[in-house]
């Protein structure tokens, strides 16, 4: 009975996710879906990616909170529309969330949306919100034996990025084990290391993104000519 | 109809954890719910914990994770008895959970025992385990603007560790911000500043342990007095 619910209601979500990935897909707008632990840094690279490609490439970010909208604010100075979601205390974000979302955004022009994920390293993993694809951030600080213990969100991955890397120093971070147990849940997983603090591989991570853009707009152009 | 589903959860589990408390209070075991995000630094802590403490208390684990037993691997290394609980997905412990842990437990003489939420920041702050105290981990890499982001849990902690602040020197974490957030959010908690590294707040943390297990049992024989 209770798992009846729950189907019911992770059915309406995938459903809720495909008309969102339909309109995305419509306007050639290639989406991501950031998620992490609170405190991996998914704003201060959001940051960082707005700043070097804003000039190149139109972004909107969708931002997802329990409360406040600290996030939102910090993404409104680099001047590129941000909508925020207070889920009120709910642990993930959600297609329906998403949906509502996107009444709120100019799409036309668009290139890039960005979502990111309420904090927490289990629970979006399993909702599926319509993006292109998910990208999930860890951070240093937060130890080497994350993927093999929180393992839904490596293996659902499509991008993951080693964060905060400038402190691999002062840490006991086997990069090794990290690699392998990453590798061994998800062999397509791309991996790179990044630091906000040093500017290490945000070069890499923008010209990933340009590239899955541009793929995205091919996809979509041929999708249109019944290709 | 979802929402009663949902009241239905809360109250089983609210009854089961009630039933904890009572068989915990009956052999005068002090128990504590320890929460944090993932790698906020909830093993090492128990381990510092245990080696401290060991000889003068008896110490039990429950040790919740969603796979491996890792953790429970590292505690068994101290020599107190533990019991893995894999929620196999699960963002959270509930009452149920803990109630069969308890039946695997010896659960006479103990003193102490400690449950090691699953690593999570949102969920497990709105079951109770049937636990005297809860216990919020949070590390200084994660940054002082999550109380206000994840309040939850900072509104339900009795006390709260500020865990890694030997990293205080290498982060942008403002301590006069995390302060007086969590004192807005929570006047009662009491806030310990730590590091495994460097055994900082160890010490005060132990006492505060063992002072509120002779309350505890203070408490206990209060009540089997009928005072």
Known sequence: MEIKV???????????????????DRQGIYCINMMSSPGAGKTSILEQTIARLKRKINIAIIEGDLMTS????????????????NTEGGCHLDANMVNKALQELVLEGLDLLIIENVGNLVCPGTYYLGEHDKVVVLSVPEGHDKPAKYPLMFQEAHVCLLNKVDLLKYSNFDEKIFLSDVQALNEDIEIIRTSVTTGQGLEDWCQLLLKRIAGSKKTDVGSKLGD
Chains 1, 2 share one sequence.
């Not at 600290?70 to 979601?85: K, L, M, S």
């Open 6 to 24: 729950l189907k019911n209601i992770m059915q309406h979500n995938e459903d809720l996710a495909a008309e969102n990935k339909t309109i995305l």
């Open 70 to 85: 600290r996030d939102a604010e910090r993404i409104d100075r680099t001047g590129v529309p941000v909508v925020q979601i």
